[in-house]
């Protein structure tokens, strides 16, 4: 995924999901492990389900 100067990558490291997220010089990198990385997908589905929800209410 990028946006304008920011990338997030998404690999496999061993036993651990590594996900790298780099703005402009900037590097973040988080090792996670099966577990982790299960539930972060879940919050993520979660969170997405509710912004679009979220999208469709009109406030009159």
């Not at 997030?8 to 010089?25: L, P, Q, T």
């Not at 090792?31 to 929800?53: F, G, R």
């Amino acid at each position: 995924m990028e946006r304008d100067n920011r990338r997030i990558s998404v690999d496999i490291e061993r036993k651990w999901i590594r996900i790298s997220i780099s703005h402009g010089k900037d590097e973040e990198i988080l090792k996670l492990s099966l577990d982790e990385a299960t539930s972060l997908k879940e919050q993520l589905n979660n969170t997405i389900e509710d912004y679009l929800q979220r999208q469709n209410i009109r406030i009159d």
